[in-house]
């Protein structure tokens, strides 16, 4: 019975919305949207940034920047996003980026008149001042958008002149926890954005010959041996730290457990580019590099 009542409640749920959705489906311009449902991390940053957070309603779960976004309602988690708990926060629009999923949530939205808005992902620096441009524009607020990428330039004018007084290159060994399903997995050495802020930060990715991210290899750790190891936070909290880290598989025998260089860093600020990826990028230099004192504006 209760079965019954959800879907016949689903259903009801699903002809409202279509109805006073496609009422409004050509009506309504992006720049007056009121309630954005984001459920791409890097669209949610940039949009706070370029000063719409306030009309965003919902994300997802990966979305953790600002400290705001994290007081939102969830709609899932970005690979396993809910079209119920989309639909029921009542969007205007909602924005996402390739990397979203099941395959049928964008269908099934638009099937009921909701607004979606595909995006680029933000896996370059070029392309996260491309996506800032692109949603500027897209929500009218192109003179804010236009700014942030004439501060991001600057501020990587100081990182190139800085990477000047770097002397060496270690080796580094990113670590990922998945929050969706408790598996770790080594992010570095498979040419993303991790492995470009490791550069940028005058250090080299660590090479991790292990297929697949679904695991740790004690063997691949061990061969790839890092200098330094970067955990990022929900894991390195969920471990307890530096010594819950040295007990995954391997990495007792590293060279960044021997001389503990083992560091917490924030996932959001190194698995995409955006507004303030030469701060994320100076910050992994001061760890790779103690010895560089340099500020941003």
């Keep these: 019975m209760k079965r019954i009542c959800f879907n016949v409640s689903w259903v009801l749920l699903l002809l409202l919305?279509?109805?006073?959705?496609?009422?409004?489906?050509?009506?309504?311009?992006?720049?007056?949207?009121?309630?954005?449902?984001?459920?791409?991390?890097?669209?949610?940053?940039?949009?706070?940034?370029?000063?719409?957070?306030?009309?965003?309603?919902?994300?997802?779960?990966?979305?953790?920047?600002?400290?705001?976004?994290?007081?939102?309602?969830?709609?899932?988690?970005?690979?396993?996003?809910?079209?119920e708990g989309i639909i029921s926060m009542r969007p205007d629009i909602v924005i996402y980026s390739q990397n979203i999923g099941p395959a049928t949530v964008i269908p099934q939205l638009q099937q009921v008149?909701?607004?979606?808005?595909?995006?680029?992902?933000?896996?370059?620096?070029?392309?996260?001042?491309?996506?800032?441009?692109?949603?500027?524009?897209?929500?009218?607020?192109?003179?804010?958008?236009?700014?942030?990428?004439?501060?991001?330039?600057q501020q990587m004018q100081i990182i190139y002149a800085v990477q000047k007084q770097c002397v060496d290159t270690p080796s580094v060994m990113v670590i990922q926890f998945g929050q969706a399903n408790n598996v770790y997995f080594?992010?570095?050495?498979?040419?993303?954005?991790?492995?470009?802020?490791?550069?940028?930060?005058?250090?080299?990715?660590?090479?991790y010959l292990a297929k697949g991210a679904s695991q740790l290899s004690a063997e691949a750790i061990a061969a790839a041996n890092?200098?330094?190891?970067?955990?990022?936070?929900?894991?390195?909290?969920?471990?307890g730290g530096i010594e819950g880290v040295k007990r995954l598989p391997g990495v007792a025998l590293t060279n960044a457990a021997r001389y503990?260089?083992?560091?917490?860093?924030?996932?959001?600020?190194?698995v995409y580019f955006g507004p303030r990826s030469a701060i994320n990028i100076l910050s992994l230099m001061k760890i790779f590099h103690p010895n560089i004192h340099a500020t941003l504006p």
């Excluded at 808005?117 to 607020?141: M, P, Q, W």
């Excluded at 503990?260 to 190194?270: A, C, M, P």
């Design 17 to 83: 919305f279509s109805c006073k959705a496609k009422q409004k489906e050509n009506q309504l311009n992006p720049t007056e949207a009121k309630r954005i449902v984001s459920v791409s991390k890097q669209l949610t940053e940039m949009m706070y940034a370029l000063g719409k957070g306030k009309d965003i309603v919902a994300c997802d779960l990966t979305s953790s920047y600002p400290d705001s976004a994290k007081l939102l309602p969830k709609v899932g988690y970005h690979r396993l996003l809910s079209t």
């Design 113 to 153: 008149g909701v607004r979606c808005k595909e995006f680029f992902e933000s896996n370059t620096l070029d392309s996260a001042k491309l996506l800032l441009s692109a949603l500027g524009n897209y929500f009218g607020v192109s003179t804010v958008a236009d700014s942030l990428i004439h501060q991001l330039q």
């Design 186 to 207: 080594v992010m570095s050495g498979r040419n993303g954005p991790v492995d470009a802020m490791i550069k940028m930060a005058m250090a080299r990715p660590a090479t």
């Design 226 to 239: 890092p200098d330094i190891i970067i955990v990022t936070d929900f894991g390195f909290d969920k471990l």
């Design 260 to 270: 503990n260089k083992i560091y917490r860093f924030n996932e959001h600020d190194i």
